[in-house]
């Protein structure tokens, strides 16, 4: 090895000594308190919207494109889950077809439409709609249209980030103006959290921690909602626990008219 190969060996190394592997679960911890902080009013308003439009017949929408895609399965067809979810899945938004790919559908004016026509909803029903940076032609016109619609739009969002960029829709509207409740992830400067180099590259994407917090959140104030007015909420038990296929069986067949991933 000559000089410089070594010198630049030991600088990597030095730049891996400094480097705060820590500060992405002080970040996690930091951001979850300041979402119970701040964000129960939202999530309390979602929950009683959501609530009110399962006792009504509804169900609840959810969509999202990208790694955010995640956030519907998080909600959909699992024990301690809401079982009137009707999961919005488009293939060509999700990586398993390729990343690019699925970066070129999200910012393509007027896909939201193809996607939202094949969907049955009706006026009132809730429709989350989760995108970190809120700046995306698909989720920002998929909102926009579910709103003309007569749906109830949820969003989750960073507020911050995404007031700081420039929307990608034609109006230039993002998320959060197309939404009749937002609730905000609370991450003000960046989905990553730990620096490793000179640069200021990051590692450590918490977005998604962060979002499935606020999901379950969600789903446990619409149980809670239910539970306090003497009902029982519809909730998915755990399919290995004894009695479970019985219980999932009996909800299945409830929901499986409107919901039919189901």
């Not at 996690?28 to 009504?56: F, H, L, R």
């Not at 829709?169 to 009749?180: F, I, N, T």
């Not at 149980?223 to 479970?244: H, M, R, T």
């Amino acid at each position: 090895m000559n000089w410089r190969s070594w010198f630049t060996s030991l600088l990597f190394i030095m730049e891996g000594l400094f480097m705060d592997k820590a500060v992405f679960s002080r970040s996690v911890i930091s951001i979850i308190e300041e979402i119970n902080a701040t964000q129960e009013p939202a999530i309390k308003q979602a929950g009683s919207v959501i609530k009110n439009s399962i006792e009504a017949g509804g169900v609840l929408h959810a969509f999202s494109a990208g790694h955010s895609h995640m956030m519907v399965e998080e909600l959909f067809y699992r024990a301690g889950g809401l079982v009137p979810v009707n999961p919005i899945f488009d293939p060509n938004t999700m990586l398993h077809y390729g990343g690019r790919r699925s970066t070129g559908f999200e910012r393509l004016p007027g896909y939201a439409k193809t996607i939202l026509d094949a969907v049955e909803t009706r006026p009132g029903e809730p429709i989350i709609v989760v995108s970190h940076s809120g700046i995306n032609v698909l989720p920002v016109e998929l909102a926009l249209l579910a709103g003309e619609r007569g749906l109830q739009v949820i969003a989750i969002t960073s507020k911050t980030i995404s007031s700081q960029l420039e929307s990608r829709v034609p109006s230039k509207e993002h998320l959060y103006d197309a939404a009749q409740i937002v609730i905000d992830n609370c991450i003000r400067e960046n989905e990553m959290a730990v620096v490793y180099d000179e640069e200021k590259h990051r590692v450590g994407a918490y977005s998604t921690v962060i979002t499935a917090y606020i999901i379950q959140k969600l789903v446990i104030e619409v149980a809670y909602q239910f539970v306090q007015d003497g009902e029982k909420p519809p909730i998915f038990s755990s399919a290995n626990l004894p009695g479970g296929d019985e219980w999932n069986a009996a909800l299945i067949n409830k929901y499986n008219a409107r919901v039919r991933l189901l």
